[in-house]
């Protein structure tokens, strides 16, 4: 298979997972699985994947027009500050957690080598979004993020860097939920806090890659940004309708299947 069809798959799946909680790294991970792409190959680094995320983040911006304009004015400043204490909280966690795990692996590589944990992760994730949301019928809900829920939202990022397939969205969006926060303003948040995490992570990982003098593929990348950028937009678009008439128990529900078979599929 040639590198730009691969390019341009790899590209769709993450542009169309990224911010639905179904989780793009473990997708992507099944994708390359699924395409034969060797765990040394470019296409599976995090060099790659980080980049090809935050065009997907960057192209759906325009969708959160409203909550951005906001967010200069005096009145968005508490809010603009919860963001801001969310993403320290997430930096400040991920990066002790590289450094633990460079220590006793020897490497700071997260992306798993076997789908195991990505399956677990996934089915995991899926029965806690059917629990909560039966949990949650019949409870009222709030349009208002608290500092306890900024706080265990930046937390739970923290929880979805140390378990791939876990998904980022998913975490912060499960923990949001469970303490009342509302499926529009928490998967609003959720997005949000989205642009300055994976921004910060795709500028260490380059960053990283140019220390250690790494063959970065600039083409393919940046056709496989592109693509994603556009999934995004539209996946984005429809998510935001979803949510405003529909609770996350499907998703949840994909996410059990899904793990299930990657299980039988693991043995």
Not at 172 to 188: F, V, W
Request: contains cysteine; proline residues 4%.
């Amino acid at each position: 298979m040639s590198v730009w069809l691969i390019a341009i798959i790899l590209g769709l799946v993450e542009g169309i997972t990224e911010f639905i909680p179904v989780s793009s790294t473990g997708h992507l991970l099944i994708t390359e699985r699924l395409l034969h792409i060797a765990p040394e190959n470019f296409f599976s680094s995090e060099v790659f994947n980080s980049f090809i995320q935050v065009w997907a983040m960057i192209a759906a911006l325009p969708l959160f027009k409203d909550r951005l304009a906001t967010l200069r004015e005096p009145k968005g400043r508490g809010y603009l500050t919860k963001l801001f204490v969310a993403f320290c909280i997430t930096a400040a966690g991920a990066l002790i957690f590289k450094g633990v795990m460079k220590k006793v692996t020897g490497h700071d590589e997260l992306l798993p080598k076997t789908m195991f944990p990505v399956a677990m992760a996934l089915l995991v994730g899926g029965v806690l979004f059917v629990l909560i949301e039966r949990w949650l019928r019949g409870r009222k809900s709030s349009a208002d993020v608290t500092w306890a829920i900024a706080i265990a939202i930046g937390l739970a990022q923290v929880a979805a860097v140390a378990f791939p397939g876990t998904s980022r969205s998913g975490a912060t969006i499960l923990i949001a939920l469970a303490l009342g926060l509302g499926r529009g303003p928490a998967t609003e948040f959720s997005f949000l806090l989205g642009v300055p995490t994976l921004g910060a992570a795709a500028v260490k990982t380059l960053w990283d890659a140019h220390k250690h003098v790494v063959v970065i593929e600039w083409a393919p990348m940046l056709l496989a940004s592109a693509v994603a950028s556009v999934a995004s937009f539209f996946a984005v678009r429809w998510m935001i309708r979803y949510v405003s008439t529909h609770t996350f128990t499907g998703f949840g529900l994909y996410r059990i299947v899904a793990g299930v078979v990657l299980l039988l599929a693991c043995r």
